[in-house]
């Protein structure tokens, strides 16, 4: 087997369950989500007891420090926004996060394939690395924007800011505006997959390259950043919404 540093850009497959592929960035998409879930269930069930663990305190302080950061961007409008916006942060962090794991990217399986050959691929790999769920995320991001919109001002006004016949000069600008509006997909999911996938990939190279001790700072850096494309993910979208709510002049 070659001592060279696994790089890949898309996820690898591991085997069919029930004909469905499971690739090793969807393995660990299940496993963060199962997290997700628990972690609610656990917080729900504190809040019933007299006597709190201390996890229950943390979670409490990042879920309010949360809104009144959210609260400070959309107004009035958190109540409505805040399942969204948390749910963005919170579920694209823990994704982030548990790429940085120990384990994660190098723990390799053997995968046979058809002819009978096989090869050694990584079990886990951190699933903001594939762009096929930075690109899902941004589409929920893209239609919780369009939705929002509509559902603010009416279908026929939003659409009215896209669409404006009323002048030469109003109709390409509201052609710009559409190409705009879905340009923010590819910026969404790209953004996202472009900083953890290099910063996954710089991981790799330092480790492969240097003692363990060495990659120490790198890995507080890419903690760091995960938690900043978090933030600026759920952010952008507020952002996005507020301005889809907003009256055309």
């Known amino acids: 087997m070659s001592k060279s540093p696994h790089i890949s850009i898309k996820p690898e497959h591991l085997f069919d369950f029930f004909g469905f592929p499971l690739t090793n960035s969807y393995l660990a998409a299940v496993i963060v989500i199962i997290l997700f879930f628990f972690l609610a269930i656990y917080y729900n069930e504190q809040i019933k007891k007299a006597k709190r663990s201390k996890l229950f305190y943390l979670i409490q302080f990042t879920l309010k420090s949360l809104y009144s950061f959210f609260q ?3 107004g009035e409008r958190i109540g409505l926004l805040f399942p969204l916006l948390g749910s963005l942060f919170v579920y694209i962090l823990l994704l982030n ?4 794991l120990p384990g ?3 723990i390799l399986v053997r995968v046979v394939e058809a002819e009978g050959e096989y090869h050694f691929v990584p079990l886990l790999r951190g699933n903001t690395t594939d762009l096929n769920t930075t690109l899902a995320l941004a589409l929920v991001a893209f239609f919780s924007v369009q939705y929002s919109g509509m559902r603010e ?3 026929r ?3 009215g800011k896209f669409f404006n016949f009323s002048n030469p000069i109003s109709f390409f600008v509201g052609i710009l505006e559409v190409v705009s509006e879905f340009s923010k997909v590819l910026s969404f999911s790209f953004r996202l997959f472009g900083n953890i996938f290099a910063g996954e990939v710089l991981l790799t190279i330092i480790a492969f390259l240097m003692p363990i001790l060495a990659s120490f700072p790198f890995l507080l850096l890419e903690t760091f950043v995960g938690l900043v494309q978090a933030l600026v993910f759920s952010m952008l979208t507020a952002v996005f919404i507020l301005n889809a ?5």
């Open 157 to 159: 006004a939003y659409l």
């Open 72 to 74: 400070n961007v959309v």
């Open 245 to 249: 709510t907003a009256k055309s002049h």
């Open 104 to 106: 994660v990217g190098s």
């Open 153 to 155: 001002l009416g279908a």
């Open 97 to 100: 996060w548990f790429g940085l």
